[in-house]
């Protein structure tokens, strides 16, 4: 089946330091992209959303300054949180689909995000 | 504003006897339903879903049930196995019937199957 590698699964880092995590999906051309955060024990939010070779387009009260998201090929998207603090820490997971093939969003294992 | 709804935290059942999962949800313009399971630490796992044109859609031990007319869906499980222990989403789209579109997530139920 289709597979989404996320990489970093856990990051630890200091506050103010800018985080990436990438995206990848490895046995088929994803058109479009989803970033999700998860708070414990809450369900998943939807951050934004990313097609490949144009912006992408975030929820509602999400700051697209501080979650920089940038999908610039058919397999990889990245999130980049810019100047992290303890309240950015959460898990992140991106999920990745095809249009025109009816087949669900295949989810990544998803990034652990510590800011101390 | 929760659009789709898990009510029950938490489930508990024997080994062999069928689980039921429930979601509900508010959006009218809903027309594809999914279930996900979770692991900790883990993205979600696609199991089944279901287009609204559909009220049921079954896959080995996994049946999704759809009642437009109560906004309601549930995912049947039987017989369930320990291995089936997880978090449980729900989730919709509105997408024209297909599985694409941004989903909405509920909030999940946590199954624990007892040997």
């Known amino acids: 089946g289709a597979v989404v590698s996320q990489h970093p699964s856990w990051v630890i880092c200091k506050s103010g330091t800018s985080v990436k995590i990438e995206c990848r999906s490895l046995d088929f051309q994803a058109t479009t992209m989803f970033w999700y955060r998860q708070f414990p024990k809450q369900s998943l939010m939807l951050m934004a959303t990313?097609?490949?070779?144009?912006?992408?387009?975030?929820e509602q009260g999400v700051e697209k300054d501080k979650f920089l998201i940038n999908h610039a090929s058919l397999t990889l998207s990245t999130l980049t949180v810019t100047s992290a603090h303890p309240e950015d820490s959460s898990f992140y997971i991106c999920s990745a689909y095809r249009q025109g093939y009816d087949q669900p969003q295949h989810f990544g294992d998803g990034t652990r995000l510590s800011i101390l | 504003d929760q659009q789709v709804k898990q009510n029950s935290p938490s489930l508990s059942v024997q080994e062999g006897r069928i689980s039921i999962l429930n979601c509900d949800y508010t959006?009218?313009?809903?027309?594809?339903f999914l279930w996900y399971k979770k692991y900790p630490a883990e993205g979600p796992t696609f199991l089944i879903s279901i287009s609204s044109i559909k009220d049921k859609n079954e896959d080995g031990r996994f049946t999704v049930f759809l009642n437009k007319s109560a906004k309601h869906l549930s995912l049947h499980i039987v017989p369930s196995q320990p291995g089936d222990s997880a978090v449980y989403f729900c989730a919709a789209s509105e997408a024209g019937g297909t599985s694409y579109g941004k989903l909405t997530f509920g909030q999940g139920t946590i199954l624990t199957v007892h040997p």
């Open positions: 990313s097609n490949e070779g144009s912006k992408a387009t975030y």
């Open positions: 959006n009218s313009m809903f027309d594809y």
